[in-house]
Every structure is written in structure tokens, then in C-alpha cells.
């Protein structure tokens, strides 16, 4: 069984730009989830989704955005990047939204 | 608002000790987990924790839980290099949503 599929792994932005990425769950999976990992803040919540309805959302600014498809698979978006959105974005999902969470590989974004 | 603490934040043991990681938090939930995250890989889950009194083991790996300390314990027993990783406690508060640690770095030298 595959697991959660984050992609791309690596991106380089610029100030200012948008950025979008992209999760696949677990087959099955309903609910996905995102966390952004900093050195400095180190794990945080973002916003989870199931069954394409936003349920929790973190303490995030609005340009962090999020979406889930019919199809389970979910993207977030940041506008307006900032030096401080560098982070490792992890992805997790799990069956139900009370479940374990499986995580994916993540998406090292880089803001220069 | 939910806060867990993990401590020690660095840990340096030689191989064949044990030592003890220790996450406090602050607010009741209904499940701990342990995760462990090599560099620059994602998180493996290592341990569920559902109530109070729980143990669980994994090969060198313990893991308890006293809900009523608000206190969960991860036992390293005689350590090897392997086991060098960085430690994640986390609490679920409800649906997906973690508040994690802020990690324990464990190094184990030969």
C-alpha cells in the first residue's frame, strides 16, 4: 500500500510569490492534515481537512490556505511568501479524523 | 492553551546506557503519541497511548503514560547508534490536531 505522497519535495521562491503543494493520502484515507516544521517554532498545526470541509485550522495567517478534493487529495497554498514560511511542510492523513496520522516525506520550501 | 514540554531538548549517551526522555503537558487529551524523525526525514510513529497506566515496548523502546501526572516517560534501554534520531512527543486535542513537543535530539556514541 503506497503511503502519503507529498510533492514537490523541494522548492526554491522568491518574496513575495505564491507556492502551492500537494498531498495524496493513504487510499481510503479521508482525513489530511498539514504541519509546518521550523527550527525555531518547531512543529505547528495548520489546518486539517475531511471529506473536503475544513475542520480545525491552526494559528496561521489567512495566507495559508488549504483545500481537499473529492478524490481525498489535498493542497495548501501560501501567497505572499515570507523569508519565514522556510519550512518543512508535512502532510499526514488518516482513515477517520480521530485515527492515527500516517506522514508523509514532506516539502522543503525555501524562501530567498 | 495546551503546552508540552520535553525534556531533556539534547541527549548525548554512550552506547549500552539507558536514559529517559520525559514530556510534560499541560491540559488532559485522549491519546499521547511518540514519534521519532531521522534529518531530513518524515516522522515514524512509535507509540500510541490511550489511558492512564499504559506501557508500551518496542525492541530498546518503552513508553508509559500517568495521565494524572500529566506525564509520559520514554524508556532508552542500553542504547545503540541506531536509536540516534530526534524524539517527538505529541497530544491529540481533537480530530487530527497535534500539539508537539519540542523534541528531543538523542545522539548515542559508540
Known amino acids: 500500500k503506497a503511503g502519503v505522497t507529498q510533492t514537490p519535495r523541494y522548492l526554491i521562491k522568491t518574496r513575495g510569490q505564491q507556492v502551492t503543494l500537494s498531498c495524496s493520502p493513504i487510499?481510503?484515507?479521508?482525513?489530511v492534515s498539514w504541519y509546518q516544521q521550523t527550527p525555531g517554532q518547531g512543529l505547528q498545526f495548520l489546518f486539517e481537512?475531511?471529506?473536503?470541509?475544513?475542520?480545525n485550522k491552526g494559528n496561521f495567517p489567512g495566507r495559508f490556505s488549504g483545500r481537499q478534493f473529492s478524490n481525498s487529495r489535498s493542497e495548501m497554498n501560501v501567497s505572499t511568501l515570507e523569508l519565514g514560511d522556510s519550512a518543512l511542510y508535512l502532510c499526514?492523513?488518516?482513515?477517520?479524523?480521530?485515527?492515527?496520522?500516517?506522514f508523509g516525506n514532506g516539502t522543503r520550501l525555501t524562501v530567498t | 492553551e495546551l503546552k508540552v514540554e520535553q525534556n531533556p531538548l539534547f541527549l548525548s549517551m554512550q552506547e549500552g546506557k539507558n536514559y529517559t526522555i520525559y514530556c510534560n503537558y499541560s491540559?488532559?487529551?485522549?491519546?499521547l503519541y511518540w514519534y521519532r524523525q531521522d534529518p531530513g526525514k518524515s516522522l515514524e510513529s512509535l507509540f500510541v497511548?490511550?489511558?492512564?497506566?499504559a506501557v508500551k515496548q518496542e525492541g530498546r523502546l518503552m513508553a508509559s503514560l500517568d495521565t494524572k501526572a500529566r506525564l509520559s516517560t520514554l524508556h532508552i534501554t542500553a542504547a545503540v547508534h541506531d536509536l540516534s534520531a530526534t524524539y517527538f512527543c505529541?497530544?491529540?486535542?481533537?480530530?487530527?490536531?497535534?500539539?508537539f513537543g519540542e523534541g528531543t535530539q538523542l545522539t548515542v556514541n559508540p
Open positions: 499526514a492523513s488518516s482513515l477517520e479524523t480521530n485515527s492515527p496520522l500516517h
Open positions: 487510499s481510503g484515507h479521508r482525513s
Open positions: 481537512y475531511f471529506s473536503e470541509t475544513q475542520r
Open positions: 491540559t488532559t487529551s485522549d491519546r
Open positions: 497511548l490511550l489511558s492512564n497506566g
Open positions: 505529541a497530544l491529540r486535542l481533537g480530530g487530527s490536531r497535534l500539539t
